[in-house]
C-alpha cells in the first residue's frame, strides 16, 4: 500500500513557474513515479513520469518546459513547472507504480495558470 501527498499548486499568471511535490509514504518499492493531469470535461492525461533509475518520459505539450525529478532515499517526486500557460490549468495528480505493477494516486492538487 502507497499513500501520497502533495503539495505546491495553485494560482499563477502566464509566463510564470510553480513546482509541485509528492511525497509516498508506505512499504511497497515503487518503480515510477509521475504527475498527470486532468482539466474540467477532458481525461486524465500524462504530464511527466520517471523510473527509479532516472528514466523521464514527457507529454509533448511540456518538453522544454517542464522537469521532473525524484529522490529514492526520500520517495518522493517533484515537478518543475516554468513558463506557464493557460493551457496547463487543471488538477495535477501524483502517480506512482510499485514493482508489483500497482498504481496508486494521489488527491490532486489544482494549478490554475491566469493569461
Not at 505546491?8 to 509516498?24: D, F
Not at 518520459?57 to 521532473?68: C, E, H, L
Request: charged content about 15%; overall charge positive.
Amino acid at each position: 500500500q502507497v499513500q501520497l501527498v502533495e503539495s505546491g499548486g495553485g494560482l499563477v499568471q502566464a509566463g510564470g513557474s510553480l513546482r509541485l511535490s509528492c511525497a509516498a509514504s508506505g512499504s511497497a518499492f515503487i518503480n515510477v513515479m509521475g504527475w498527470y493531469h486532468q482539466a474540467p470535461g477532458k481525461q486524465r492525461e500524462l504530464v511527466a513520469t520517471i523510473s527509479r533509475i532516472g528514466t523521464t518520459n514527457y507529454a509533448d505539450s511540456v518538453k522544454g518546459r517542464f522537469t521532473i525529478s525524484r529522490d529514492n532515499n526520500k520517495n518522493t517526486v517533484s515537478l518543475q513547472m516554468n513558463d506557464l500557460k493557460a493551457e496547463d490549468t487543471a488538477t495535477y495528480y501524483c502517480y506512482t507504480k510499485t514493482f508489483q505493477n500497482f498504481a496508486y494516486w494521489g488527491q490532486g492538487t489544482q494549478v490554475t495558470v491566469s493569461s
